[in-house]
């Protein structure tokens, strides 16, 4: 017995049907895309955690050159955090700051 060979098709777009003027007159729209929000929310989780993994690791390889050979991974990072996780800290999303756009200064 073998696995089945080919791909498989996820929906990963918002729900057509959503309303943000009046949420609940659809609740089951409202429903899918609460549940789109937090499969984008744990998606970037994810990501930021790649990342994270990924400067640990040129931090360990590189030691002393550290500063300059791991500063575009530690930027991704930092980047990728930015507006990222649960709210533990208290503050609205919108306070988090904005994503800047990938900046290439060395």
């Known amino acids: ?3 089945k060979k080919g791909t498989v098709e996820f929906d990963e777009s918002p ?7 009046d949420p609940y ?11 789109h929000l ?3 929310k744990w998606i970037d989780i994810e990501k930021a955690k790649i990342l994270r993994e990924k400067v640990k690791w040129c931090y360990r390889i590189e030691g002393i050159n550290h ?3 791991c500063r575009h991974l ?3 990072y930092l980047e990728s955090t930015r507006g ?5 800290d208290g503050r609205h999303p ?3 700051g904005p994503k800047a756009e990938a900046v290439e200064t060395e």
């Open 25 to 35: 007159k659809d609740p089951v729209a409202m429903l899918e895309m609460r549940e």
């Open 94 to 96: 919108s306070l988090h």
């Open 38 to 40: 937090v499969r984008e």
């Open 84 to 88: 990222i996780g649960w709210g533990k």
């Open 67 to 69: 500063l300059q050979k």
């Open 74 to 76: 530690v930027r991704q």
């Open 15 to 21: 729900p057509d049907d959503f309303d943000p003027s």
């Open 1 to 3: 017995m073998g696995r």
